[in-house]
Each structure stands twice: as structure tokens, then as C-alpha cells.
């Protein structure tokens, strides 16, 4: 037998034991701890492990984690023995314990690289030297450097050479998954051997680095400075042959450190030519890539320029070089050039083996800002707003919040320039700061979600026109001159900060700033042209306009609230009324105030009614059965429906006929009546081909008919069951979008179809492709709802990817926006991911109250189309609450939790959603295969047979083939070996009577 924790180990006897007694660990899971066993400490890849367990099988990556999960549970007290090692895989820790003595284990090979070192570094022999060098005079060298600068590369390539000049004998220790000091030393014990059973000691250690002449690398050391500058101290200190190399994005601050700052890769000039730009050792790294990923792609002069602009804009920085060449595959040179306004988006899909902070340029700047303390973070988002060099007193001006002291601002600088995210340029006696584009991206980003945009903003104008009438003052300028405003790309952050001469004067809101039309006497105010019933016409044509229509928005609302106040006279019904009507239009889409809009829409239909016009009465009808249905009240929005589609028929128009059509059958598809809903859009949508006049009540939707009918049809065609006809119908949806130039049309065809099918189809490349448009589709026009919309998506691709935290902490922002806004519709799904990647991450309980809540509102209005999904959610986290309670309320929480997956399945099928109760069959028949009971979970895929397409690439229908071949190869086998445990329990009898439910 060997010990590992607690427990007692027979791998050929297929045993497992705890105090004696025999435990009841699935073939899976006990196949996976032989796997880590037999790897005697070194770390195991996850593809590593599901070959060796799943051969010749494509396993989903959560099957793994599961089984993990499993281990760690009856691990109990020891479950920390299996460690997760972040972007690499599992690791056993420590080296098991026989009954019988062991012979002592073989020494460990000097040099173990994290990452394969067959292709030189770009651009570095110097700087390779010169570390060399100094690692040779001194104990201690850290590279420092911003996230993605290749400091982890570089060290790596030096530990590398170093080991095979055999000059000394080279350990390197990976600290990224490491949080305190005895994690540290751990991780150190590891690298060198040492027995890790939780005892690591700075002593041990010594001890062993004073043997021999030899070299540490402690790679991402930011995270853990202060325990890792106390242990190399220690260490330097206790043993004179010691030579320690660290990477951080700042320094350890220790007397025996020296600090070699890597710099950029170096760019091309604006004017360079193409021999010189393809000298740059920055283009050299892009070219390199490219034609890796994308040997086809012709590289002429013009695309070597574009090449050199994109190096420029990304700063020469590795990391943000290599995520833009694997672009090219799908978007071109050009394509990638033009999109770098929106780089965190862009710059996604790093190498699989890369960790998790090294796959998009966003995560690796996530791991820098969530070390800085509150008022740095504050400072940080802030200086955002400076292009190119900045001084400390325009940080003060623009940056400093009230209850900072000059004292804090020195602090928030200096942390910020240790860790990297601030570049200090000394000028003279002078000292000026700077942000490379990348940084201040995300700072603006941060900036934005924290609501703060537009109040610094207006102190930086203020500041900046404060500056040029001190230089007007003594001569250098003249008090008039153009006061550079904040120079935001839309795509990248808002069209909240815009240029004020790209605006006509009726378009002028709020949420410009401008520097000049800032009164003296009242500083903040804007100046507004009178109203009259030309400008309101006006005005609400530009409310219409989408290119305009964020920034209308500010001036209608003052606008309607002089006309209600009649301040300044009232204009005629009309006028007011075709203004209320594009307003409360513009508002969903902008701002996503629905309770406004409902209040506006129904003064609408007042006015409407009272003034006897048919048309503007049709629109009103359809802007509140609009609002209704984003409001979740499915039986209001069918209501109102049924009287538009009374109202087409008695008026005669066949367009407007085939919207009420449209309506109607997207509110039954709300309610769950799937069957009804596309029949009606299949016919609504054939019959529109034919269809050429412009649809005026449409005007309240923001869309044409076309979009909302194709929209609607994708998705009940995917719930039903035809994945591959579902992902064609959304590109065709969003191909229609983008020739009608309408941004509008086109993110609801992409946030509310394309991108959620994706997902869930599993197409990593078009998810890219549709989030990356639909972020600078909104991001240009001031489109909030769909920009927040966006961003939960993007944390859903984050959780589905294997990051729950970076996705939930991405997610929950996003959601409470949309959740404030009331704009319900597109809740529950998201909801479902959250609460998902909650239970993942250990708040199960947390998870189960969010889905309580959403199935309240979901029953109670009418909303039944999400239900299977949420009740399948909740049974997943209830199942999770079981793994973590005492043995009689996990034995409660996994009767409940397949209760609920049950409920799901019946519900699905009665709705006629074939892909629920797909999904919800699978999570059973993992979780009864996790539990022994194959033959159960079996009898329930096999109800499966013949309703879907087995070779599609979709992942659910992924999962159902592999779940079919586990069934049928172990069915024999596991029936013969666990026939005891396959019996139904008590509790599961009186839950559905012993008998699996047929998957109608």
C-alpha cells in the first residue's frame, strides 16, 4: 500500500482506503491519482492526464475537474496534496510513503524548463549578455519589467544556457499560483528536491543551496515581494555561492539586489523604410508569428508598414506583438491594423500553454492592477486621461481625489512606476510621466466602469484650457488656441469624450466636453439652443439616426423637460409627440433606462390616441410591447401584441402585418410556446424576402423586422436541436446587420443570437470574431446596454474557457448595469453562467439565491423560456453545495439537485427545447457516473438516440457522443464490479420511482 495523505493506495488491487476502511472513489478518479502518483512530483498537463485516463477520447475539460474535486474530498484534511499549477496542470506533492522501505529517490536533474527553449529570443542577445554578466558579479539580479515585456522568457533562455554550459546546476521556481510565505517556500522546496510534506523550512533550504554552487530563477515574484525579498536575504546571506534571478514588475528592494529594467523590443520610426523596418527586432517577432500561424499571408510594402505602425502602437511589448499576429489568421494585416483602438478586445487567444495571464493582453494587466492598494487603482484610472508626458502638478489638477494628501499621490506614483505601470522620464531637474497606449487603455477601461469618465474628463479640459490662458498670459500662446480634449478612441472606451467640432450645435449634450461651452459663471453648465418646433423635429430625426443618437440623448431629455415644464413655451403635438416617440426608442439602447422608456412610450400612446393618429399610435403600441418584453412582463408584451396585430390587420399594410407576426411569435417564444413562435417567424421571415416598404411602426424597435425575426429564429432553431442550421442563420443574420449599416440591428443580432450561440457552440474563433464587433459597434455609438452586454458575454467565454474568476469578475460589473437598467430579457442566460461559475469557484450557496430569485421573476411574469436552463443551474450548484456538507445534508443536496435536473428535463421536453434537456441529461448522467450508478446514467443517454445529429461539432452534442461511448464500453464492466451500488436509493425512489425519465 502507499500513503498519500490520509489515505492508503493500491493501485493494482484498484483500492483505496481511510482509517482502515475501504472508500468508494469512481475508476476515474482513481485513475488520475496513478497518473499524478507516477509523475513523482512533477507537474502533469491536463492533455497529459485525460490521454492517459480517456484515451483516444475528447473529454471536456470540467470532467477532469470534477474528478480532481473528488480526490481533494476524500483527501479531506490532505486535499491540498493535489495542487493546481495555473496554464500547466495538477501536481501530487510530495513523495508517497510504502509499508516498505523505499530506495532513495534519484537526484533531481538540475534544470527544469517551464517552456520548450528551441527557438531563440528576438531582439535580446544583449540583454542576454549583459544579465549573464551581472549575475556573475552579484548575488542577486531581478528583471524587471510591465506584464508581457518577456521577462519570464528571458529568464528562462539564461537558465537554459547557463544549465547547458554545466556552470552550475539551475532550479526554476514558477511562484504565480503562490500566496504566502509558506507557499513560497514550498514552491522552493520542490524545485530542489527537499521532501514536501508541509514542513519546508528557510533552514532546509539553506542548508541545501550551500551544497553546491548553484541558481535560482523565482519567476512572478510581484505578487509575493515581501516573502520572497525575506527569503532571498536569508539565503544570499547564509550561502556565499548562492545566485538568485528573479522576474517581477518590481524590484525586491533588498542591498544585495541588482535591477535590470528589459526594455520594449525596439520599433520602426514614422519614416522608416521597409529594410529598416524588417530590422526592428519588434517586426522581426510579428513576421515570426505570422507566418507561423498564417503561412499564406503575403507581406508587400504596403502591409510592412502597417506591420511598423502596429509595432508603434503596441509599444514594441512582446506579449501585445504575438495576440495581434494570431489575429491576422482571421482578420488580416489590415484588419488587425484597424482594430487596435479596441486592442483589449482585439488581443485575445494566446498559446493554450501560456498561463492564464499571458492568453489576452487584458488578463496580464488584471494581474498588475489587482496588486496595487484603493488609492493607487484610483490613481491609475485617472492619469488615463493624459496623452504622452504628464507632470506632477497636472496629476494633482486632473488625478487627486479629495481625500488624498500630496503625500499620498507621491506614494501612488511610486507604486505605480515599481509595479511598472507608469514610466518616469527625467527631463533636467524635471520629472514627467507617461503611460505606453496599452496601459492607458485599460486605465481609461477602468476607468469607464467605474463611472468616472466623464467628471475627469471635465477636469483635465478644465485644467488644460486653465494652462493655455497662464501661457496666453505671459506670451507663449494665444487665449483662444484649440484645447486638446481627451483623445478617446469610441471603439476603445466611450463616445463620452468626443472631439466637440465632429458635433452639429442640436446634437451638443452633457456628455461632451467641451472646454468652450463651459459658462464662466457657472462652471459645468452647457449651453443649449433655444427650443422651437423646428429644433424638436430636428432633434428627434437625429434621435433616429444611430450615428447620433448617444449623443442627442442628454439635450431631448432637457428638451421634453422645458416642453413639460412649458418654460419656454410649448410646441405642437406632433412635434412633441415624434420626440418622445425617438426618444423612448433611444433609450433602450442607449443608456437602457426601461423604466423611463415605459413611462415615456406611455405618454406616447396618450398623446397618440388623443390627437386620433393611427400611425404614431401603431408605433407607441409597438415601442411598449418592446419595453414589456425587456422588462420580462411576457404576459403584458403578448397583450399588447395581440392589439398591434388587431391594428395591422384593420389598417391593411402587409408590413406592418408581418411585424405583428414577428411580435406575436417572439412573445410566445418568451412564454415557451416554441412550436407556435417559429412557425410564425419561418412565415414572417419568407414572406419579408418579398417585402419592400419600410416598416414606420418598426421605428420603436430601433430594428427592422427582418433582424428581429431572423434574430428570434436562431435561436429557437438552436433550443430545438439543429445546432449547425442555428450557427448558419446567425451569420446570416449578422451579415444582413452589417449591409444595412445599423449598428443597432446589428449588436441585437450579435448579443442576443450569434455571440450566445457561439458560446455555446464552442466556436472560439467566431466568438472572437462577433464580441470584438460588437464591442466597437457599441463602443462608437454610445450604445451602453449593448456594451455591457458585451462584457458578459466576454465573461462567459472566460468561465466556459476554465477561468471562473476572471470571468465572474469581469460578469458581475456588467450584470448589476444591466440588472439597474431593467432591462430584463437577456438576464436569466447570463444568470445561469454566473451562478455557474459561482458554484465553481466555491460560493454554491451564494449561486442557489441568485437562481431562486431569477426563477421567482421568470415564473411570475410569463418568462418560461430560460426556466429548464435556471433549473438545471440550480441543480448543478445544489450538487455543489453536497461536495462541501457534512454526510447527512450532502446526502439531502444530491436528492434535491437531481431533483431539480429532473424538473429540467420534463420541462424542456413539454416546451419542445430539445438542447435543454440535452444539456440537462448530460449534467445527470455525469453527476449518476461520478456516483456509480452507469447503468442509470446509461439508460437515460440511450433516450437520446435519434434526436440529434451525432456529427455535429457543437459541444453539448460533443459531450452526448462521448458520454455514449463511456456508457457503452464500461457498461459490462462497471454493472459486474458496482452492481451493489447501482441499486436506487430510498431517496431517489421517492423522487421518481426508481425508474430513469424518458427524455420525451
Known amino acids: 500500500m502507499i500513503q498519500i495523505g490520509i489515505l492508503s493506495v493500491d493501485f493494482e488491487q484498484r483500492d483505496i482506503r481511510r482509517d482502515g476502511h475501504t472508500l468508494r472513489v469512481g475508476a476515474r478518479a482513481l485513475d488520475i491519482l496513478e497518473v499524478l502518483h507516477r509523475a513523482n512530483g512533477s507537474v502533469v498537463s491536463k492533455d497529459d492526464i485525460m490521454d492517459a485516463v480517456w484515451p483516444d477520447q475528447i473529454v471536456e475539460e470540467n470532467r477532469l ?49 517551464p517552456r520548450p527553449q528551441s527557438a531563440s529570443l528576438i531582439g535580446r542577445q544583449d540583454e542576454i549578455a549583459q544579465i549573464v554578466d551581472m549575475i556573475d558579479r552579484t548575488p542577486v539580479v531581478t528583471l524587471v519589467g510591465a506584464g508581457g515585456i518577456g521577462k519570464t522568457s528571458l529568464a528562462a533562455r539564461i537558465a537554459h544556457d547557463l544549465s547547458r554550459a554545466a556552470r ?108 529598416e523596418i524588417a530590422a526592428c527586432s519588434a517586426v522581426e517577432l510579428f513576421l515570426r508569428r505570422t507566418r507561423a500561424a498564417s503561412p499564406d499571408c503575403a507581406i508587400d510594402d504596403g502591409a510592412m508598414r502597417l506591420i511598423a505602425d502596429i509595432c508603434r502602437r503596441l509599444d514594441g511589448l512582446p506579449l501585445a506583438i504575438e495576440l495581434a499576429a494570431a489575429r491576422v489568421a482571421t482578420l488580416g494585416i489590415e484588419g488587425v ?143 483662444d488656441r484649440e484645447v486638446r480634449p481627451i483623445a478617446v478612441s469610441p471603439r476603445a472606451i466611450s463616445p463620452s469624450v468626443i472631439n466637440p467640432r465632429a458635433v452639429s450645435p442640436r446634437a451638443i449634450s452633457s456628455s461632451v466636453i467641451n472646454p468652450r ?240 450561440i457561439a458560446l455555446r457552440y464552442g466556436d472560439h474563433d467566431a466568438i472572437s470574431d462577433y464580441l470584438a464587433t460588437m464591442r466597437s459597434e457599441a463602443d462608437a455609438h454610445g450604445l451602453d446596454l449593448w456594451r455591457s452586454q458585451a462584457e458578459c458575454l466576454a465573461g462567459q467565454f472566460d468561465i466556459q474557457s476554465g477561468h471562473p474568476g476572471a470571468g465572474l469578475a469581469r460578469l458581475a460589473p456588467a450584470l448589476r448595469r444591466i440588472e439597474a437598467s431593467g432591462f430584463r430579457r437577456l438576464l436569466a442566460p447570463l444568470i445561469v453562467e454566473y451562478a455557474e461559475g459561482l458554484a465553481r469557484t466555491g460560493r454554491a450557496a451564494e449561486a442557489c439565491a441568485k437562481l431562486d430569485a431569477t426563477l421567482a421573476r421568470c415564473r411570475a411574469s410569463g418568462e418560461h423560456l430560460f426556466v429548464p436552463e435556471l433549473l438545471r443551474a440550480k441543480g448543478l450548484a445544489t450538487l455543489a453545495q453536497a461536495r462541501n456538507a457534512d454526510a447527512d445534508q450532502a446526502v439531502a443536496y444530491e436528492a434535491q439537485g437531481r431533483r431539480h435536473l429532473f424538473t429540467a428535463i420534463d420541462l424542456a421536453n413539454a416546451q419542445g427545447a430539445g438542447m435543454w434537456a440535452l444539456r440537462a441529461t448530460l449534467d445527470l448522467a455525469d453527476h449518476l457516473i461520478e456516483r456509480g450508478r452507469i447503468g442509470q446514467a446509461s439508460a437515460m443517454i440511450a433516450n437520446l438516440d435519434g434526436r440529434f445529429e451525432l456529427q455535429s461539432r457543437a459541444s453539448d452534442i460533443r459531450r452526448l457522443v462521448r458520454l455514449r461511448s463511456f456508457v457503452r464500453a464500461d457498461d459490462t464492466r462497471a454493472e459486474r464490479r458496482l452492481r451493489v451500488r447501482l441499486e436506487p436509493t430510498a431517496d431517489d425512489r421517492s423522487t421518481w420511482g426508481g425508474v430513469a425519465p424518458q427524455i420525451a
Open 337 to 479: 491594423a484597424s482594430r487596435l483602438d479596441d486592442r483589449l478586445n482585439l488581443l485575445t487567444g494566446g498559446l493554450r500553454s501560456a498561463p492564464p495571464r499571458h492568453q489576452a493582453l487584458r488578463a496580464t494587466f488584471d494581474w498588475s492592477y489587482v496588486l496595487l492598494d484603493p488609492a493607487a487603482r484610483a490613481l491609475f484610472r485617472r492619469v488615463g486621461c493624459f496623452i504622452g508626458p504628464f507632470t506632477f502638478d497636472a496629476v494633482c489638477a486632473v488625478a487627486m481625489a479629495p481625500d488624498m494628501s500630496i503625500a499620498d499621490v507621491i506614494a501612488g506614483l511610486g507604486e505605480l512606476a515599481a509595479k511598472s505601470l507608469l514610466t518616469v522620464e527625467l527631463d533636467g531637474p524635471n520629472a514627467q510621466y507617461r503611460l505606453t497606449g496599452s496601459t492607458r487603455a485599460y486605465a481609461l477601461e477602468k476607468l469607464h466602469n467605474e463611472g468616472e469618465l466623464e467628471r475627469v474628463a471635465l477636469r483635465h479640459a478644465r485644467y488644460e484650457r486653465e494652462q493655455a490662458d497662464a501661457r496666453a498670459r505671459i506670451g507663449f500662446a494665444e487665449p
Open 168 to 275: 552550475e546546476s539551475v532550479h526554476f521556481v514558477e511562484l504565480a499560483s503562490a500566496s504566502t510565505n509558506d507557499d513560497v517556500l514550498r514552491a522552493l522546496a520542490d524545485a530542489l528536491g527537499l521532501p514536501a510534506d508541509g514542513t519546508a523550512s528557510i533552514d532546509g533550504i539553506a542548508d541545501s543551496v550551500a551544497a553546491s554552487r548553484c541558481l535560482l530563477v523565482l519567476d512572478n515574484a510581484e505578487h509575493v515581494v515581501e516573502p520572497v525579498a525575506h527569503l532571498v536575504e536569508t539565503l544570499t546571506a547564509r550561502a556565499a555561492t548562492l545566485r538568485v534571478l528573479v522576474t517581477s514588475r518590481e524590484p525586491l528592494h533588498i542591498s544585495v539586489e541588482s535591477v535590470y529594467r528589459v526594455n520594449p523590443l525596439a520599433v520602426p520610426g514614422s519614416d522608416a523604410g521597409c529594410d
Open 65 to 113: 475537474q470534477v474528478h480532481v474535486a473528488t480526490l481533494r474530498k476524500v483527501l479531506g484534511a490532505s486535499r491540498d496534496l493535489i495542487k493546481t499549477v495555473p496554464g500547466r496542470g495538477y501536481l501530487l506533492v510530495g513523495t508517497p510513503r510504502t509499508t516498505a522501505p523505499m530506495p532513495a529517490p534519484a537526484a533531481a536533474p538540475p534544470f527544469v524548463c
Open 517 to 756: 461651452a463651459i459658462t464662466p459663471s457657472k462652471p459645468g453648465a452647457v449651453e443649449y439652443p433655444p427650443t422651437s418646433a423646428s429644433l424638436v423635429r430636428a432633434l428627434a430625426r437625429d434621435l433616429l439616426n444611430q450615428s447620433t443618437m448617444s449623443d442627442c440623448r442628454a439635450h431631448a431629455k432637457r428638451m421634453l423637460d422645458e416642453i413639460d415644464t412649458a418654460s419656454r413655451g410649448a410646441v405642437d403635438a406632433d412635434s412633441d409627440m415624434q420626440l418622445r416617440a425617438a426618444y423612448a426608442s433611444a433609450l433602450l439602447h442607449t443608456d437602457g433606462d426601461v423604466f423611463a422608456a415605459a413611462a415615456m412610450w406611455d405618454r406616447t400612446l396618450g398623446l397618440a390616441r388623443d390627437a386620433g393618429d393611427d400611425a404614431l399610435e401603431a408605433r407607441a403600441l409597438a415601442g411598449r410591447w418592446n419595453v414589456m418584453l425587456t422588462m420580462s412582463e411576457i404576459h403584458e408584451s403578448l397583450r399588447y401584441a395581440t392589439r398591434f396585430e388587431r391594428a395591422a390587420e384593420r389598417g391593411g399594410e402587409r408590413s406592418q402585418r408581418l411585424l405583428a407576426t414577428a411580435m406575436v411569435a417572439t412573445s410566445l417564444h418568451y412564454f415557451g410556446e416554441h412550436a407556435q413562435a417559429r412557425e410564425r417567424l419561418e412565415a414572417a421571415t419568407d414572406a419579408l424576402a418579398d417585402v419592400r416598404e419600410p416598416v414606420g411602426a418598426a421605428l420603436a424597435l430601433g430594428i427592422d423586422v427582418a433582424t428581429l425575426g431572423r434574430t428570434m429564429l436562431t435561436r429557437l432553431v438552436w433550443m430545438q436541436g439543429e445546432p449547425e442550421h442555428a450557427m448558419r442563420l446567425a451569420a446570416q443574420a449578422v451579415e444582413c446587420a452589417r449591409r444595412q449599416r445599423s449598428p443597432i440591428a446589428l449588436c441585437v443580432a450579435l448579443g442576443a443570437a450569434a455571440v450566445p
